[in-house]
């Protein structure tokens, strides 16, 4: 079983529409959670971070964490075509020496359609 | 800026040859991380470093082994490259544990034929 899984799409938004983009994972004592944007041919950037259940706002996106359900997800309003990227959902994790390491989920491709 | 180095953008070897791959970064960040990327499979951890000269294995660490001598610099060794290590590598740093924000280098795309 993966542990940070993604739904790999291709999804498909229209411009100015919600793009909604989920992850689960397995590892109930994770605590930390990221969203990284990767462009075509660069590197992934960070682009939210989240700790607590709820929501969080920053900007045109936010990211909301259910530790109950493990489920962290990425909202996107007001999509425009620079969105149009891979979303990697990533969980950190503890190793088998107890020091803190990041799970990647296989990530999710977005298309925003003008 | 952080900023974070990788040696080559592109590399080819032969199968069986010894590979290095080095990664630099210029603001004294403790951990260092060496992840490869393929198609469908996503980024995975083969090996990172909390300290000088102190390693541990990630989730794919097998084929590979890597140095950390100075702080600034983390490479990563294929002892004798395969073809099914063919693929492109990331290398990332940041200043704390991981859950920090992980700075990436802008990746080495190998080929081993």
């Known amino acids: 079983q993966k542990e940070v899984e993604q739904n790999s799409g291709p999804l498909s938004v229209p411009e100015g529409a919600i793009a909604s983009l989920n992850c689960t994972y397995s590892d109930r004592v994770s605590q930390s959670f990221f969203w990284y944007r990767q462009y075509s041919g660069k590197s992934p950037e960070l682009i939210m971070s989240i700790y607590s259940n709820g929501d969080k706002e920053d900007g045109r996106f936010t990211a909301q964490l259910n530790k109950a359900s493990q489920y962290v997800s990425l909202l996107i309003r007001d999509s425009q075509p620079s969105d149009s990227a891979t979303y990697l959902c990533?969980?950190?994790?503890?190793?088998?020496?107890?020091?803190?390491?990041?799970?990647f989920g296989t990530g999710t491709r977005l298309t925003i359609i003008p | 800026d952080v900023k974070v180095t990788q040696s080559s953008r592109y590399l080819v070897k032969r199968t069986g040859e010894k590979v290095f791959l080095e990664c630099v970064q210029d603001m004294d960040h403790e951990n260092m991380f060496w992840y490869r990327q393929d198609p469908g499979l996503g980024l995975r951890l083969i090996y990172f470093?909390?300290?000088?000269?102190?390693?541990e294995k990630g989730d794919i660490p097998e084929g590979y082994s890597v140095s950390r001598e100075k702080k600034e610099r983390f490479s990563l060794i294929l002892e004798s490259a395969s073809t099914n290590q063919t693929s492109m590598y990331l290398c990332?740093?940041?200043?704390?544990?991981?859950?920090?924000?992980?700075?990436f280098g802008p990746g080495t795309r190998l080929t081993v034929t």
């Open positions: 990332a740093s940041t200043p704390g544990g991981a859950s920090r924000e992980q700075y």
């Open positions: 990533a969980v950190a994790t503890i190793s088998n020496f107890g020091n803190e390491k990041l799970t």
């Open positions: 470093s909390y300290d000088v000269k102190m390693k």
